[in-house]
């Protein structure tokens, strides 16, 4: 009894909580990690699976690996294979697949306005029509200044619209054009500041130079809680892409599970 009670004591010490707080970020990190693994897997199947249904010449599942190549999801990355997917997408018939294709051709060799001006009408023209695909377009051709003029916060809010239809996976683009803003913004105060911290010429109001200092305070307060909350978003955004691939695989096995169905009631009509 003694000795149980000297091992209880051991284990309550300062040196003892500091390994249990150790094992217990190990296995954080180590879920983590898991779940990390787990969305790779999941990509990685989900391509195999639209591959497979795109050789069999479904439009939708050639549309849908031309974008996984084009992006990288479960695939290594390659243009070149995304525009041939989108070329045999939009010879099936897909307008959203043609549009993709010739968009990143001009992003390869630049925007020429006699040759892209029917183009550019078409993505404006399905815009109007609130169709998902020009909407996504058009956001990533305003963050890129392809066709029309640079804005990024005309491409944030396209992006985030397409964020809330669900139709593509655009919170890293988002994040970064996020990003983007902020540090232009920084940009654009250091430059103030440096003005207004100039030496004065004789005349000039010296309570000027107290502005830049505050506004630098402010600054310094924004970012770090533009940081905290940077970190509980890609949190919120690691667990939605989860939820989304898991639904994702869902249909997948239902669509697997239909198309065996099918083939199984193929085969009774032939008995």
């Not at 940081?227 to 869902?250: P, S």
Request: glycine share 6%.
């Amino acid at each position: 009894m003694q000795q149980l009670i000297v091992f209880t004591r051991r284990i309550s010490t300062p040196a003892s909580n500091l390994l249990t707080g150790i094992i217990f970020i190990g296995i954080t990190c180590l879920s983590f990690n898991l779940h990390a693994a787990d969305l790779i897997d999941q990509s990685a199947n989900i391509f195999k699976f639209q591959q497979k249904l795109a050789q069999n010449g479904n439009v939708n599942a050639q549309y849908k690996l031309a974008t996984m190549y084009e992006t990288g999801e479960g695939v290594s990355k390659s243009i070149e294979k995304a525009k041939h997917w989108y070329s045999r997408a939009a010879s099936a018939g897909s307008a959203p697949a043609e549009q993709r294709g010739q968009y990143l051709i001009i992003k390869q060799r630049g925007y020429d306005q006699n040759k892209d001006n029917d183009w550019l009408n078409g993505v404006l023209t399905d815009y109007k029509t609130r169709k998902p695909e020009a909407i996504l377009l058009l956001g990533q051709m305003y963050s890129e200044g392809l066709g029309v003029n640079k804005d990024l916060d005309e491409s944030l809010r396209l992006l985030r619209q397409v964020g809330i239809l669900g139709t593509a996976d655009v919170d890293d683009q988002i994040a970064a054009i996020e990003g983007k803003i902020e540090s232009l913004k920084k940009s654009e105060l250091v430059a103030r500041a440096a003005t207004l911290t100039a030496v004065p010429k004789k005349g000039s109001n010296i309570e000027a130079l107290t502005i830049p200092q505050q506004q630098v305070k402010t600054s310094t307060t924004l970012n770090e809680e533009s940081a905290r909350l940077l970190k509980a978003e890609k949190r919120r955004r690691y667990e939605e892409v989860m939820r989304k691939l898991k639904l994702e695989q869902e249909q997948i096995d239902a669509q697997q599970a239909w198309s065996t169905g099918d083939a199984l009631a193929t085969a009774d009509d032939e008995i």
